[in-house]
């Protein structure tokens, strides 16, 4: 009898390495890529992917084997993840700023066998070594500093490598896999498949049209798209930041990096008039509202650019002030997803700023936390029903669907993550607690492993940082709990205060308590000289809790009344 042979997925053309060839195909001599001063092509950042790719098989790396890649923003690491790809492994996203036992953890438990690394990061990655058994060859992205560790050099593995070497097959079965910034512990790495992160989170499409079923229809897309120029600022190492990017390539636009280690409006609306970019990606107020500011002095610059696009967090009523002083008809876009759930949703109709499922919110929204979301994201109850529009009930924001595998390498968390309901339908859970709208739109309340109980009641901190920073003295603002005899948990903020403005805590607290229910209003205030953020921008909760812990003494009792 003649063997059976299994149906070929659907998914499985749509590996990102043929998306991306796909692409370079369409318009290969369009400018895929602006980085510093290097300016690479469609076909140049495919060709020395190729190369990249391989390398990596002449070394002995494998399909499906994982390979680090640790390096600022630059054009070597977009070249690498591709490089990765093509070669039939998978990139592992590291976080430049992880000491020395956070790069253990992520580069032990992904199972590293290869690291791609910049030399002025590679110290650290030499003192792990002997501690990673598995990870059996380096790479070195020259920046201008010493070698930190042996490898081979980046350059010379990419001009050496063999002419027309064989690469092996991709399939959109293959995996993607991001690790996590480790906000509750160490980071976990979360798996998917290839076409499903493409669907969740890569296509671009206008609100409406249909999903690309082929390979070629990908490809007619970037050839008869605007070649829209967007400047991501978020790091290529976090979800926002890659997935912008990503999103830009596959659809045949431009991305242009800022190659700067620090985060300085100057430089950052410098580049961006240089380059004529139209959007910037960005993450929150901390990066929107100094670049704002900046063009208001100089009203002059960018004249191209017509979209802000945050994640993250949401941008505040303030700071969309600013910018629409600066220019009344910027499209001013929050979108909402996160690394278990891709992306889900934003809160503005501009051009194409729709997600996944084709779906955005009217612009100028009352609520800037209010996103209207795609059918497959739901508020789920505590039985993993989802709840009906208008429901006063919090739950936890889950979809379900195009989801992740799971969490690489951790059975317990993937099946309290990615749980199965009666119907034997599969979640992925955010993380994130909110409440469905009369009109079906998903207000967010925040996380729920940051939530404060208070005597008994629950306190979302984004919702209380909103309101400090409507205050126009408070220039960044962060909520934590502090430990209180009485209610358990009390509401405490760490406040930063704009250049020479002056602000006792009371003024603060009047103005918190026409906008928040009396239990949310903060009991204590602590003024700092500036909120930390992470290298994604969001607040350092871990830092504030620190200072939240260290005020001095026993925590003071609080009155009850509300």
């Not at 950042?45 to 790396?61: E, I, M, P, T, Y």
């Not at 991501?232 to 926002?240: F, I, S």
Request: hydrophobic share 40%; net charge neutral.
């Amino acid at each position: 009898m003649p063997t059976s042979v299994p149906p070929v997925s659907a998914d499985a053309p749509f590996s990102l390495a043929a998306l991306l060839a796909a692409v370079t195909d369409a318009v290969p001599d369009r400018t895929a890529l602006v980085a510093g001063p290097r300016r690479l092509t469609y076909r140049a950042l495919h060709d020395r992917s190729v190369r990249l790719a391989r390398h990596l098989v002449g070394a002995g790396v494998g399909r499906g084997e994982h390979v680090a890649i640790l390096a600022f923003n630059r054009a070597e690491w977009m070249e690498s993840f591709l490089g990765v790809l093509r070669a039939g492994a998978v990139p592992v996203n590291v976080n430049y700023r992880y000491v020395a036992g956070e790069l253990r953890h992520v580069l032990a438990d992904s199972h590293a066998v290869a690291l791609i690394a910049e030399d002025s990061l590679a110290s650290t990655v030499e003192a792990v070594l002997p501690d990673l058994p598995r990870l059996r060859h380096v790479v070195l992205v020259s920046d201008g500093s010493v070698r930190g560790a042996e490898g081979v050099g980046y350059e010379e593995a990419l001009a050496a490598a063999p002419e027309g070497a064989a690469l092996p097959p991709t399939s959109g079965e293959d995996h993607y896999l991001l690790y996590t910034g480790g906000t509750t512990g160490y980071p976990k790495g979360v798996l998917w498949r290839q076409a499903d992160i493409f669907r969740a989170a890569l296509e671009r499409r206008s609100p409406g049209a249909p999903r690309a079923r082929t390979l070629d229809d990908v490809a007619g897309r970037a050839a008869r798209c605007f070649p829209q120029r967007m400047l991501v600022l978020g790091p290529l190492m976090h979800a926002a930041g890659q997935w912008n990017a990503l999103s830009m390539l596959l659809c045949g636009k431009q991305v242009v990096l800022s190659t700067d280690r620090s985060f300085r409006p100057d430089r950052v609306l410098e580049t961006a008039h240089r380059e004529g970019v139209h959007t910037v990606q960005l993450v929150g107020d901390a990066m929107a509202r100094p670049l704002a500011r900046h063009l208001l002095t100089e009203p002059g610059l960018c004249p191209d650019l017509t979209a802000v696009r945050s994640g993250g967090t949401p941008l505040t009523p303030q700071v969309r002030g600013l910018w629409r002083a600066w220019r009344e008809d910027v499209a001013l876009a929050d979108s909402y997803g996160g690394s278990e759930t891709g992306v889900c949703g934003s809160a503005t109709a501009a051009e194409g700023s729709g997600g996944p499922d084709g779906s955005v919110s009217l612009e100028g929204a009352a609520d800037a936390r209010s996103f209207t979301m795609g059918g497959s994201i739901a508020v789920l109850d505590q039985a993993l029903r989802p709840l009906p529009p208008g429901s006063p009930e919090v739950g936890r924001i889950a979809r379900t669907g195009r989801i992740p595998l799971g969490y690489y390498n951790d059975p317990i968390t993937t099946a309290r993550t990615f749980p199965t309901d009666a119907d034997g339908r599969r979640w992925a859970l955010s993380g994130d607690f909110g409440t469905r709208a009369g009109d079906g739109s998903i207000v967010l309340l925040g996380r729920g492993s940051a939530v404060i109980n208070t005597a008994g009641e629950k306190v979302y901190p984004e919702e209380v940082e909103a309101a400090l920073k409507a205050h126009p003295s408070v220039e960044d603002a962060i909520v934590v709990p502090a430990s209180d005899e009485r209610l358990g948990q009390r509401v405490t903020a760490l406040v930063s205060l704009a250049a020479g403005a002056r602000l006792e805590e009371a003024a603060l607290l009047d103005h918190c308590r026409v906008r928040l229910a009396g239990f949310k209003v903060p009991r204590t205030v602590h003024f700092v000289d500036r909120v930390r953020r992470t290298a994604v921008g969001k607040q350092d909760y871990r830092w504030a809790a620190s200072v939240a812990r260290d005020e001095g003494g026993v925590p003071r009792p609080s009155p009850l009344r509300y």
